[in-house]
């Protein structure tokens, strides 16, 4: 094995393993009645469940529902997120105003505010959507002004002594300086927006993951509800394994 | 040292048992401020269930399978308004959870309209939506009755709570909306909206008991006495509630934050006595077809099965 094959499987080995262990380590407690099975219901029925509601509870097009809501919203974090924040770096008096109000509001708890979402957006996937980019967008904001204020002076003066004009020097100089931080706000945005997504999914009983989770608890089908909640961390797989995908394609350098 | 004393006497005073020391039992109960949910409350206003030398504590929820999974975990003894699917579903999958009585039988859920809609009764719905809560619900039931006894083509929707409802059908996304009195009653009242419906309009509902009170198997069996005189308790704390003393009408404005009218047209218009009773639970035969396709079942429970599930306890 070459020594890069062997820096890539060992950290992979590593967590696979720990993971495994901790799932053999939670069946026997359970077994050995430890932990409350009608709680925390068996790993292996968990297992068992993922056939069945793939089959009956029409999985795939409630994971497509969840996965669509968690584009529309990323998209928009990363429209709106990363406009705000290149806006309050430029524009120094809309920041000194705002920025401590965007802080405070990374802070608040968005989700109970889904019933003036409902009447504004109706009981759609799009008060979902717009509940997700809500919780997500200050993240985003703060880390893009943060990405762009933390651009190295030099390398702004080398732009500026090539004679870039405002716009080259941005997109050639401070977007690739500010990119990693950019991209650490959209993922921590993102992470926000799922939790929000699911969360308002679950609530008003709509939509994709989220409705079905809350219909499989009141129906104490907890194998089920527990093999729903792992579709939901799939979804967040997928999104922060496109986002890595988009921060390299965009960074071939990193 | 002397301040050592004292604060070793003290705690010593703190930790004694309090000089009546009754038997306790936890419960937890669904939706706060409901007539049906608020029987050990005004029970224990008016002190019967210290008469029966009993002390209840209690922790309201805000749905069903949030008041079942504290009784499954051991962690209180009773639990209250779980929907009667829900505690066939715990227990077909072996959850250790009995029924000990019912909770409601008919429903005191109503349907209404904006005023302004052309929509009167429940026959001006064809082609409109109807709300209900979630699925599996209680109401999507009812509304399902409805559609099918009066051969409707109204077009079902899962809206969520009374009051999300409300904002709903205020903003037109609903046509007919549900709720549960007291909620809507003041709108009623301000001619902002007006009744279409009620549960019991479903013929299958008036005879179905659609929640249940649900004990853990553990406590039943280690404390059945003291859960039979909880439930003689119960009972007589439901007498009090039909009595003429107008006490308890107030008590129940002041727990649920409206005029003493309103609480008493609670009472009168929505919920009959029989309601609330829990010495029976009816409509076994056609609950359980539904839990069968609702899901909440994979087949329907056995007449033996059905027996150690329903242990109607203090019947006398």
Redo the contacts between chains.
Sequence with gaps: MTGRATRTFVPFALGFGTLVLFTLALEALIRAGLV?R??VPLPSQIAGAFGRVIA?EDIPHRFLVTARESLWAALLLALFGIGFGVLLYRVRLLREATETWVAALASAPTVLMY?LF??IF??SETTIIMMGFVAGVPAVILKTIEGLAGTRRVLIDVGRSFKLSEVQLFWKILLPAALPTIFVGLRLGMIFALINIVGVEF????GGLG?LI??L??????PGTYAAICFVILVSVVFFFLTDRIERWLRPVA | MKRLTILVAAALALAAPPAWSADQLKATLGQRGNWDTAVIHLGTKAGIFKKHDLEIETVYTSGSGETLQPVIAGSVDLGFAVGTLGAMAAYAKGAPVRIIGAEATGAADYWYAKTSSPIKTLKDTDGHTIAFSTNGSSTQSIVRAFISENKLTAKPMSTGNPSATLTAVMTDQVDVGWASPPFGLKEIDAGQIRVVAKATDAAIVRGQTIRVIVANTDALAKRRDVIARFMQAYRESIDYMYSDNPQVIKDYAEFVGVPESVAKRVRDDFFPKALIWPDEIKGIDTLMPEAVTLKFIPEPLTPAQLSELIQIQGKK
């Design positions: 409350n009608f709680i009956e019933p409902l009447v109706g009981r609530l008003i009983n709509f409705q809350n219909d608890a009141e129906r104490y089908d907890l």
